[in-house]
């Protein structure tokens, strides 16, 4: 196998198998910084090993049973877990590496460590910015790099925020037990609020030159499949991959040929990748099957919903503006706030005209979205819609001062002149 192969090999493994082994790690060590170590001499020794021998058969297997056998060697160097180390090695056996386990009947422990561990890395004790990034780090297994990268920050910036986020979950003496009950729930929307709020900062980046980050959106992505595959019985968890598939699949087609922005009506929606939109569609049934049986949905399966409206049209004329208002009105209810009624209003003045999208626009609280473009960006829209040609170039001209981003900034000062034209 060339070499260049087996470095897409090692790659993809670890990219897919990291969450996995971190952790069965911290199960095994109860210490997450020391967990990642040891998935990481694991990853070490493939590097050594795959080029010289060969990707093994079963490379998951290979790389558990390798990052295993470090943690035991660990455990037998340390006095005071002498008895937990006969108990991990009676459980292991003695097989050798060349020989590797079945995990089929390890599975489900397996899933639970993983559950176990994006249950952990978005603690209460951290903060929103401090649980994205160990969450990329532990469950997305990206690199340090990788992870600055994405959120425009200097990579020792980052590295301090992922050391200071395990410390913190050291001093909070956080445990690797799921959650039960209110615990639980409540725990669930923040893991669910991460892999979104990963998702969105690709989808639509808040700050820097490029108007999406794709790499930074299809980790969202694979973060909501595996959580969707570790608790298949949410439907809300079901609902947010829906939605992450559903907006993913519009990706190629949101910048042109030169990276400038394309807005959702201009966009070619041939370019809409099919798989994903049939991968967001089946997401969503499987919300609706679990909620059928009376498990209540909330804001990702609603906001999944809409998703679905748009990506069923062929074209922007064919949208159903009505059903979105409707569902908008849903949500609304179900998950309160200023963004929600910033979207309603978008709905609202494409079903019923701008005039009652921009009365849902001036019911919201002053001040509420300040510093955001969102509200002026989507008011200069509707003013456009009416016809109110000046006051809509002085609304984009504010979306355009809030923003960091500058695609976005370009995007709304070229409408704000031809409103002036």
């Given at each position: 196998m060339a070499d260049a192969t087996t470095a897409d090999a090692i790659t993809a493994t670890w990219r897919e198998e990291s969450a996995r082994l971190v952790g069965v790690l911290a199960r095994m060590t109860r210490d997450v910084g020391l967990a990642e170590d040891l998935a990481q001499d694991a990853l070490v020794a493939a590097l050594e090993n795959w080029p010289a021998h060969g990707v093994p058969a079963n490379p998951a297997a290979w790389l558990m049973t390798t990052a295993k056998r470090r943690a035991i060697d660990h455990i037998r160097r340390a006095e005071t877990l002498r008895r937990k180390t006969d108990e991990l090695g009676h459980a292991l056996g003695t097989e050798e590496v060349s020989s590797m386990p079945d995990l089929d009947a390890q599975v489900d422990q397996i899933e639970d460590d993983v559950l176990r561990l994006v249950f952990l890395c978005c603690h209460p004790a951290l903060t929103p910015e401090s649980r994205a990034a160990l969450t990329l780090r532990l469950v997305g297994g990206l690199t340090t790099d990788e992870i600055a990268r994405g959120f425009l920050v200097p990579s020792a910036t980052m590295g301090q925020r992922i050391s200071r986020a395990k410390k913190t979950l050291t001093e909070a003496g956080a445990q690797l037990e799921l959650p039960t009950g209110a615990e639980r729930t409540a725990r669930l929307d923040d893991v669910m609020a991460v892999i979104y709020l990963v998702f969105t900062e690709g989808y639509v980046a808040t700050a820097g030159d490029d108007w999406i980050r794709p790499d930074l959106a299809q980790e969202g992505i694979r973060l909501a499949r595996l959580l969707a595959a570790v608790a298949p019985d949410e439907p809300e968890v079901h609902g947010?991959?829906?939605?992450?598939?559903?907006?993913?699949?519009r990706l190629p087609a949101r910048t042109d040929a030169d990276g400038n922005p394309v807005l959702l009506d201009d966009q070619d929606r041939s370019r809409?990748?099919?798989?994903?939109?049939?991968?967001?569609?089946?997401?969503?049934?499987?919300?609706?099957?679990?909620?059928?049986?009376?498990?209540?949905?909330?804001?990702?399966?609603?906001?999944?919903a809409i998703a679905a409206v748009h990506a069923r049209s062929a074209t922007a004329a064919d949208t159903d503006w009505t059903r979105i208002a409707r569902l908008y009105d849903v949500l609304a209810t179900a998950a309160p706030g200023p963004v929600v009624e910033v979207n309603r209003a978008v709905a609202h003045g494409r079903a019923a005209g701008p005039e009652a999208g921009l009365a849902v626009l001036d019911a919201i609280a002053p001040g509420e979205l300040r510093d955001s473009p969102l509200e002026p960006s989507v008011r200069g829209d509707l003013l456009e819609r009416a016809g109110r040609?000046?006051?809509?170039?002085?609304?984009?001209?504010?979306?355009?001062?809030?923003?960091?981003?500058?695609?976005?900034?370009?995007?709304?000062?070229?409408?704000?002149?031809?409103?002036?034209?």
């Open positions: 947010l991959q829906a939605l992450l598939e559903l907006q993913g699949s809409w990748d099919q798989l994903l939109i049939r991968r967001g569609i089946a997401a969503l049934a499987r919300a609706e099957v679990i909620a059928a049986r009376g498990v209540p949905v909330g804001r990702y399966y609603l906001q999944a040609r000046a006051e809509a170039a002085d609304a984009f001209d504010e979306a355009a001062r809030r923003t960091r981003n500058a695609g976005e900034r370009a995007l709304l000062e070229r409408r704000a002149a031809a409103n002036r034209g």
